[in-house]
């Protein structure tokens, strides 16, 4: 189980629908099963079915984490038109078994998040908690 902060599901949301016409994408850094930063980062790709990482922003990011007393734990990215599911680009490039690989799908009438787990080329979609925000 992943638990991520009411405010950081609806950030990754508006980063998603913000950076539309390409794919958002960053890091999520926290302590055991939670998260508690969002880490925004440059798709220096700029484009609508793919993301890379500007490396100087990935040291940052780590820094950023290990300064707070937390560890990069999940990478995420959107899709703009396509479901919250690993494409085969994301299974081909994804492969760091430590961390948690979280998809943002636009496609649909509401914006979904789903997480997954790869180990040894085996896809895990792991259950998300929302914590806080308002209970009604």
Do not use: W
Not at 68 to 77: E, P, Q, S, T
Not at 113 to 132: D, M, S, Y
């Amino acid at each position: 189980m992943l638990k991520i902060p009411q405010e950081i599901h609806e950030a990754l949301i508006q980063q998603a629908v913000a950076e539309l016409p390409y794919e958002a994408c960053g890091y999520l850094a926290g302590r055991g099963d939670e998260i508690l930063l969002q880490i925004p980062m440059t798709n220096v790709d700029q484009s609508p079915e793919h993301f890379s990482f500007a490396p100087a922003e990935q040291f940052a990011a780590l820094r950023t984490a290990r300064d707070k007393g937390m560890v990069l734990k999940a990478v995420y990215h959107s899709h703009p038109s396509t479901p919250a599911r690993l494409s085969e680009e994301d299974l081909r490039l994804l492969n760091d078994p430590s961390l948690i690989y979280i998809i943002i799908s636009l496609a649909g009438a509401e914006a979904q998040i789903k997480a997954f787990r790869i180990v040894n080329k085996v896809v895990t979609e792991l259950p998300i908690q929302i914590i806080g925000g308002d209970p009604t």
